[in-house]
């Protein structure tokens, strides 16, 4: 979609097991070992069950610089600046050259990073490798753990717009026996209690007179070790709320019409600094977002103008934001899933693409999102 030729490396069919379009081609190590080298061979057996290091070696054995534009790493090991020191290494002694760039998901130990601070080793691990980060927030803690204020770009973190419709609303509603003029807000994905702020919109519901039908949806698995706040009689039992749970995985093929089916969604993080799949997901499919004003999500939602956003750590914050949500007229709702449909546009994985291909290449030949 944005004129480049993708092909997928992955060291066992079990991570290439979805269906990728039709011009992307996927390239499984394992489906040609017995036609490896001698090396490649040895170097199957030494890192069996490392994928970073088995496909390191297989871009470094069989594959001639030049092969590929870019060698882009899309994920590591949380602890990533170890994982990306063979790179690094590779890279110094002549083994891998390789254009590369990657994506930094994960926040770096103060402590553990102090030695490759105070020693600036990172600007040897990094050399002529791009880093790019989908979150401002992380990305600022980056550079300051590192010393290092111009490490890495900052890139919103990309979707496939996909926007569910009125009648996908009234179909998915239908389906899951759910009114069609109800107010319904999705709690998706893992039940994390603390972290996803459950706790914090069960405070602020419980402190609330509902004055129409509220549907609150949690869909996904339960962190069994934390006992779930709309389980209590006092918000089981309250006057008009009403509570459903589909507490299992959700498959690929049913998470549109759970968002479908919803007016707005949970996408509140409270301080968590990294991006939020549940919020990507909630722009892709042309929901409304209720979020905390902090971090990546918060920063998103102002630069878009996306749903409607809150104080962390404020039930009064909170509380408010829910009353505007059930309140709101059909003319505004419509307002803002159009916004929502927007910014999907803008962040969509080939204008992320263009973008990252922009800075890799150094060029101004691609259009970047704002």
């Known amino acids: 979609m944005n004129g480049a030729n993708v092909t997928i490396l992955s060291p066992y069919p079990a991570q290439a097991t979805f269906a990728p379009p039709s011009d992307i081609r996927i390239v499984c190590l394992e489906n040609m070992a017995d036609n490896f080298s001698a090396l490649m061979k040895l170097a199957w057996r030494v890192y069996t069950g490392n994928p970073i290091m088995l496909c390191l070696a297989w871009l470094v054995i069989h594959v001639r610089p030049g092969a590929y534009d870019l060698v882009y790493w899309s994920d590591f090991e949380p602890d990533n600046q170890q994982s990306t020191w063979p790179l690094g290494l590779a890279r110094l002694v002549g083994l891998y050259r390789h254009r590369t760039a990657f994506t930094e998901h994960h926040d770096f130990s103060w402590n553990k990073h102090r030695w490759q601070r105070l020693l600036r080793l990172d600007r040897l691990r990094l050399k002529h490798i791009e880093m790019f980060v989908h979150s401002r927030r992380l990305l600022e803690g980056i550079r300051l753990i590192m010393g290092w204020p111009d490490a890495g770009h900052y890139v919103a973190h990309g979707l496939w717009p996909d926007p569910a419709s009125n009648e996908d609303r009234y179909t998915a509603r239908f389906a899951l026996g759910i009114p069609s003029d109800a107010r319904v807000l999705l709690v998706f994905g893992m039940q994390a209690i603390r972290r996803k702020g459950i706790d914090i919109l069960a405070d602020a519901i419980?402190?609330?007179?509902?004055?129409?039908?509220?549907?609150?949806?949690?869909?996904?698995?339960?962190?069994?070790?934390?006992?779930?706040?709309?389980?209590?009689?006092?918000?089981?039992?309250?006057?008009?709320?009403?509570?459903?749970?589909?507490?299992?995985?959700?498959?690929?093929?049913?998470?549109?019409?759970?968002?479908?089916?919803?007016?707005?969604?949970?996408?509140?993080?409270?301080?968590?600094?990294?991006a939020s799949g549940v919020l990507a997901q909630t722009i892709a499919y042309g929901r409304i977002p209720i979020s905390s004003r902090n971090s990546e999500s918060g920063d998103l939602c102002k630069t878009y103008r996306l749903g409607i956003t809150t104080p962390t750590d404020d039930i009064g914050g909170v509380r408010a934001a829910l009353e505007k949500f059930l309140t709101m007229p059909a003319i505004t709702q419509t307002d803002l899933e159009l916004a929502t449909q927007g910014a999907a546009n803008t962040m969509s994985w080939p204008c992320v693409t263009h973008y990252i291909m922009d800075i890799v290449f150094a060029t101004n030949d691609f259009a970047r999102p704002p």
């Open 206 to 274: 419980r402190g609330m007179s509902l004055n129409r039908s509220l549907i609150v949806l949690f869909a996904g698995v339960r962190v069994r070790d934390e006992p779930h706040p709309f389980d209590h009689p006092d918000l089981t039992d309250k006057l008009n709320l009403h509570i459903l749970h589909n507490e299992s995985f959700i498959p690929k093929e049913m998470v549109k019409s759970i968002f479908a089916a919803a007016d707005a969604v949970w996408a509140y993080y409270g301080n968590f600094v990294g």
